[in-house]
Nanobody, 129 residues
Framework: HVQLVESGGGSVQAGGSLTLSCVAS??????????MAWFRQVPGREREGVAA???????KYSDSEKGRFIISKHNAKNTLFLQMNSLKPEGTAMYYC??????????????????????WGQGTQVTVS
């Protein structure tokens, strides 16, 4: 069972930066390849994938955030990060992370970001004005 705790959200002016964190338990390198990803949701809209990173370090970004967001992870601490730069007002949303064991190709191909996730954390709100 995967448990996730997101943090780091807040209010920022357009053009500013924020770094989100997500501590994941239940996904471990010793159990095989895995994928971790960030998602966001605006009220009234579907949750969308923003970025993913596999246990091999290969990343996948949504077209809208490519070049501005950087996803990374700290393996020993089972922590996922999302550095968000040059934030835009349309980046205002609740941000969530997800993690599960998947093949590297499934993660790198963006398929993990498209699937229905088994577990979600409580999310962290990002407001860009």
């Amino acid at each position: 069972h995967v448990q996730l705790v997101e943090s780091g959200g807040g209010s920022v002016q357009a053009g500013g930066s924020l770094t989100l964190s997500c501590v994941a338990s239940g996904v471990y390198a010793g159990r095989g390849a895995y994928c971790m990803a960030w998602f966001r949701q605006v009220p009234g809209r579907e949750r969308e994938g923003v970025a993913a990173i596999g246990s091999d370090g290969i990343t996948k970004y949504s077209d809208s955030e490519k070049g501005r967001f950087i996803i990374s992870k700290h393996n020993a601490k089972n922590t996922l990060f999302l550095q968000m730069n040059s934030l835009k007002p349309e980046g205002t949303a609740m941000y969530y992370c997800a993690a599960d064991h998947t093949s590297p190709d499934y993660c790198a191909g963006g398929y993990f970001m498209q699937q229905t996730q088994k577990s979600w954390g409580q999310g962290t709100q990002v407001t860009v004005s």
